[in-house]
């Protein structure tokens, strides 16, 4: 981005065509850099001056913000950022995509096999330490178990035994 290009104006514009629209804008790779100089470099003391310069700041914020929930849609949905983007951008869209894949459901891992276990008496509804109730129950009773320390809970104190 050249110093030509640096106005107040096209920060305007450019806010406004984000707000406009479900795309990512194309901005040059040292859009925020370059605005960020523009708008510290315009704080000679004027009063004007001092005003444009936090609604500069405001506008550029604002890009960002709205760029951001855009790339967070991006990342959802696996779309890539257009080309060239400001590296702030790569940088959040490439931890969201991260934290995207650390939480992701993990389809390969087999549910536990519950364990078929037979009632030695007849008991009233219980708490395992699992925190979820069985019961009440009749002796003799088959019931399944899959968390590994109800079974040995429940064994190891007499009320049930392996089926």
Known sequence: MTTGDISYDVLWQTYQKERQSNELQLVPKNF???FKEFINSHATGAEDEKSQKE???KLLTGIFEKRRQKMLIYAAYGRQLPSPAPQQDVEFYEQAIKLLKSNALDYSKEKPKA???RSMQSIP???LPSGRK???LDKEQLIEIEDKEDTTFLINNG????A
Do not use: V
């Open 32 to 34: 925020y850099d370059s």
């Open 55 to 57: 609604n500069a700041a």
């Open 115 to 117: 364990q078929t276990l």
């Open 125 to 127: 509804q219980i708490i």
């Open 134 to 136: 069985i019961g009440p």
């Open 159 to 162: 009320i049930c035994k392996q």
